[in-house]
Structure formats: C-alpha cells, structure tokens
C-alpha cells in the first residue's frame, strides 16, 4: 500500500525553524517527482516546494531563501528544512509524490508560528 507519512510539525515562535520529515513507501521512490504543499484554514492548497527525480529543485517565492527541500532515495525520504518562520508560514503542510498521471498525497503535519 502506498503512503507518505509526514512528521516534525510543532508550535514555533517567528524567527525559529523546523525541519519536517516525509516518509514514503509502496512505489519507486526514485521514480517520482516529491514536494510540499501547504493549505493554512480557509485557504487553497499551495506548492511550497518541488524536487525532481534529477535533483531540481523549485520554490515558491515566499519561501526562497528561507526554506530547503532535500530527498534521500535510499531512506525513501523528503525533507524540509524551514528557517526564520513567519506567522504566514502557519499551515497544514502535506507531502506530495508524482510520476506522470499518478499522484499521492501524504495526510499532512500542522505547523503553526506564533508568539
């Protein structure tokens, strides 16, 4: 059975970091393109962050800079590494996988940034 399982969400003061984790098994890790998406309450689902089976990476604007998307294909394993949290990072954060049509998305891991 497919599953993308994300940990380390947790309550943040602005100016922290977190590093959150995505565990994935059931496919060829290797063959799909892995990101971070994240919805904050009554808002659409936005792309955070991209990696490709090659390593390429892309980030959303807001987050350039301050947050790195990472994959260790022999842990099966995405990672993002957020610094200088903003109360606008605050959000429901869900990892993605993707190889052509097939999509699957993990159940996501509440970060929230508040003083």
């Known amino acids: 059975q497919v599953q993308l399982v994300e940990s380390g969400g947790d309550l943040v003061q602005p100016g922290g970091s977190l590093r959150l984790s995505c565990a994935a098994s059931g496919f060829t890790f290797g063959n799909y393109d892995m990101a971070w998406f994240r919805q904050a309450p009554g808002k659409q689902r936005d792309l955070v962050a991209l990696i490709t089976t090659f390593t390429i990476t892309n980030y959303r604007d807001s987050v350039k800079g301050r947050f790195i998307i990472s994959r260790d294909n022999a842990k099966n394993t995405v990672i993002l590494e957020m610094n200088n949290l903003k109360p606008e990072d605050t959000a429901v954060y869900y990892c993605?996988?993707?190889?052509?049509?097939?999509?699957?998305w993990g159940k996501g891991t509440l970060v929230t940034v508040s003083s």
């Open positions: 993605y996988a993707q190889r052509g049509a097939e999509v699957y």
